[in-house]
């Protein structure tokens, strides 16, 4: 049986979606035969429930970053077939000490701003190119760039003709998905905006429940009444963003989810990292760029929820744009690499 092991981590400050990306990678090299083991610091499967409720096997590790290599190595035992990492703050001081029991390394990323010693490097950004990972990787790194490589749950891409056919244009059911822990409590500026506006649309509300705004969120949702529902840990997203007509959310990794789904989106950049994903998908017409957590006022969102509230075409154009841009099947084209 071919063995991975992921490195990760989730946590309230820097959410969950390093794990959540990972998690989906493992399933399907599980699907295919694997053994995975997730290398993450104490807490990462509090932050990301899913991570503890998989059959994965999860390795705490709680040191210095130099000791890692060592610490992943003595659990394992043995040398392993590929490891993955995933993480801002671990290229190659961390990689290159682990070729000595790691016969392959994939790395995902989406920063572009240090060294990495890989076999394969993954970056989902849209409009990411060779050229900013020419001097950073070894000349036999594969590169594979873009949304098309993705990494989602499978029930995104199940789902996807379905959420397409759906995409009709009319505004009934609105989506706020703005990260796992939310530090900057867009959802509450979300909930106010759906209100100020005044239009008649049952509402679903996404967020972790370690989000340290959840009691806030919680005695907003309970005051707006039946239309307003809150999914804390929502088990199935992918039926949530294929019931809704229209998102507001962060630029994370459920930028991939909703374009998977054709989900037309009022976005919201959460993160510093989220700038270049949130200003692409803008410029490619999948979503409307209302500022970013700094910046970002309760009327930009009124706006344009009043905006497409009134134009069912707009709606479906952004649906359809949206929808060009990933197809869900980023996992299956990964695991294809890792077996050649």
Same mark, same amino acid.
């Given at each position: ?23 989906? !990678?493992?399933?399907? *090299?599980?699907?295919? =035969?694997? #053994? ?7 807490? @990462?499967? %509090? /932050? $990301? ?121 009319? !505004?009934?059911?609105? *989506?706020?998905?703005? =990260?796992? #822990? ?7 500026? @979300?909930? %106010? /905006? $759906? ?146």
């Amino acid at each position: 049986m071919p063995q991975a092991v992921i490195r990760a981590d989730a946590s309230e400050a820097i959410g969950g979606g390093h794990v959540v990306r990972c998690l989906a !990678l493992a399933d399907g *090299l599980a699907d295919a =035969g694997w #053994s995975c083991r997730f290398a993450v610091s104490p807490g @990462a499967d %509090r /932050a $990301v429930p899913a991570l503890g409720a998989s059959e994965h096997d999860i390795i705490e590790i709680d040191g210095p970053a130099s000791a890692e290599p060592a610490a992943i190595a003595q659990y394992c035992g043995e040398p392993i077939d590929l490891l993955i990492v995933d993480h801002y703050q671990r290229g190659a001081e961390f990689t290159t000490p682990c070729r000595s029991w790691a016969r392959r390394v994939l790395v995902v990323d989406d920063l572009a701003d240090r060294p990495y010693d890989a076999n394969v490097l993954l970056d989902q950004t849209l409009g990411r190119t060779e050229r900013e990972y020419t001097s950073l990787v070894p000349k036999h790194c594969e590169l594979l760039l873009g949304p098309t490589f993705a990494l989602l749950r499978p029930r995104f891409g199940q789902l996807r003709p379905t959420a397409l056919a759906r995409r009709t244009g009319g !505004l009934r059911r609105v *989506l706020v998905s703005m =990260g796992n #822990s939310d530090p900057h409590d867009l959802t509450s500026l @979300a909930l %106010r /905006a $759906v209100e100020q506006s005044g239009i008649e649309v049952e509402v679903d509300v996404v967020l972790g429940s370690r989000s340290p705004n959840r009691a806030g969120v919680e005695s907003q949702v309970s005051r707006l009444g039946q239309s307003v529902r809150l999914h804390l840990d929502a088990p199935d997203m992918a039926e949530l963003m294929v019931a809704a007509d229209l998102a507001i959310g962060a630029c994370g990794i459920t930028s991939w989810e909703r374009c998977t789904l054709g989900l037309p989106t009022i976005a919201v950049t959460a993160a510093e990292n989220q700038r270049i994903v949130a200003a692409n998908l803008a410029a490619a017409g999948a979503v409307a760029l209302a500022g970013d957590w700094s910046n970002c006022g309760e009327w930009s969102l009124v706006n344009l929820l009043r905006a497409f509230a009134t134009d069912p075409a707009r709606l479906s154009a952004m649906a359809g744009r949206a929808a060009a841009i990933c197809d869900g099947a980023g996992v299956a084209r990964v695991l294809g690499v890792i077996w050649d």
